[in-house]
């Protein structure tokens, strides 16, 4: 569906402007012009006294498509500190970038990060689009959204990469409509077509019994929000050379709909298995949230963090922020010690690309065997204490 203005018919009377739920219309001069956030909802069509407004069956195209260059990474950062998954995504969009050859560029918000517009240069960003205002010190959608759709909308970049963060997956549908383009959310890898310029952007589906290659082909810029943990981080270098681009922020009342009053952090600790070497997990077959503790004694001799099933979190034996898996986090530590997990499709898809797998389970045909490196059949509750035993020796 498309929504057009009959430029002969428009007579500027600008009765359409108020009628567009999305602010999609503008006036240049005395004639409307529908822009890229349009939804083709219809609402403008009847309001034109003059029937200037047509809604049509043709599929609504990016213009231009051919203007659109460069790789764009958004540099999340949280209290002054570059989020890991942004670094990811510069080892991920470097590899696009040569690929098609182009640029690859970083856009960051914040206030006063200076140091890490530099940071972006060392992890292989040739341009840095710099937004600095006190509006942009903590994350708000409206803030976020607007400058960076002004940047989009002004540079035109070819593939914009978020990370599936809470903030990319809130910041990165907001972008994608007002730009008019479509979103592939959470994917786990990504390929480009050389020829055609077009991502091949890949994610789990239906529960994550198959997985679905998503392209853009007719609008741009591509977008995707993609799993931390899953992406080669790009590798530091401090004497590399690059451009910073400052972005104009101007804000009016009224721009940023919601005030952030106070920041709450959690008072439990924090679980990162993004970045652990060693994860220890434990699943249903620990029979009770009492298993964790010997999860967690195993854990501690080795310097580890202790991740879990999804069947262990739903039964309330241990926080969701340390599941491994499709709905929680995928992890690529050096070793990966499952306990007591069967090895479920969605839980395999979170953490199958760890160096060495190790599973301890007491049914020799449970699937974590498969792609386990080393299988242990027997009972958790006398393997683990034995393996405690070992390591003291
Ligand atoms: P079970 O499948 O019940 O396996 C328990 C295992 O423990 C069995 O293999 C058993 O032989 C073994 N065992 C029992 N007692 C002992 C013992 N004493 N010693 C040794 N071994 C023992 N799951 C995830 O983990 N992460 C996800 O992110 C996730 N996302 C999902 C998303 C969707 C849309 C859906 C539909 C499901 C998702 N799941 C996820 C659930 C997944 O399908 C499985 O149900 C879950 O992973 C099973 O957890 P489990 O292996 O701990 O439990
Ligand atoms: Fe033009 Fe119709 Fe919009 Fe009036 S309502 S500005 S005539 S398109
Ligand atoms: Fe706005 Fe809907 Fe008209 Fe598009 S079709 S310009 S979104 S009112």
Not at 191 to 200: A, F, L, M, N
Not at 353 to 371: D, L, Q, R, T, W
């Amino acid at each position: 569906m498309a929504v057009n203005i009959i430029d002969e018919k428009c007579k500027g009377c600008q009765k359409c402007l108020k009628a567009c739920p999305f602010n999609a219309i503008t006036m240049e001069g005395k004639l409307a012009v529908i822009g890229p956030s349009c939804t083709s909802c219809g609402a403008c069509v009847d309001v034109c006294p003059f029937a200037a407004i047509e809604k049509t069956d043709e599929a609504v195209h990016t213009p231009n498509i051919s203007s659109f260059h460069n790789v764009w990474v958004f540099a999340e950062q949280r209290d002054g500190k570059l989020m890991g998954v942004s670094i990811e995504l510069l080892g991920e969009g470097r590899k696009l970038a040569s690929e098609i050859g182009c640029e690859l560029c970083a856009i960051l918000c914040g206030e006063n990060i200076d140091e890490l517009a530099k940071e972006l240069i060392a992890y292989g960003a040739d341009k840095v689009y710099y937004a600095n205002s006190p509006e942009l010190k903590t994350y708000t959608t409206d803030g976020y959204t607007k400058v960076i759709y002004e940047a989009i909308n002004k540079y035109k970049p070819e593939i914009v990469l978020l990370g599936a963060t809470h903030i990319g997956r809130d910041l990165g549908p907001c972008l994608a409509v007002k730009c008019g383009t479509g979103l592939t959310a959470d994917c786990t890898k990504l390929e480009i077509d050389p020829e055609d310029r077009k991502i091949k952007q890949t994610r789990p589906a239906f529960g994550g019994n198959l997985m679905a290659t998503i392209v853009c082909p007719h609008h741009r810029p591509q977008m995707s929000t993609v799993r931390p943990g899953v992406m080669e981080k790009a590798v530091r270098d401090d004497s590399r050379k690059g451009e910073v681009i400052p972005l104009k922020t101007v804000f009016k009342a009224g721009d940023i709909r919601t005030e952030v009053l106070e920041i709450v952090k959690s008072t439990k600790e924090i679980v990162s298995l993004t970045d652990a070497e060693i994860i220890v997990s434990g699943g249903a077959g620990l029979g009770s949230a009492e298993g964790f503790k010997l999860i967690e004694a195993l854990a501690k001799k080795l310097g580890a963090t202790v991740g879990a099933s999804r069947a262990a979190v739903d039964a309330g034996w241990i926080e969701h922020s340390h599941q491994v898996g499709q709905t929680g986090t995928t992890v690529k530590p050096k070793l990966y010690i499952a306990c007591g997990i069967s090895g479920a499709i969605q839980h395999l898809a979170g953490m199958q690309n760890s160096g060495y797998i190790v599973a301890i389970n007491k049914n020799e045909n449970a699937p974590i065997f498969e792609v386990a490196d080393y299988g242990i059949v027997g009972d958790l509750y006398k393997v683990i204490p034995a393996l405690m035993d070992a390591l003291d020796q």
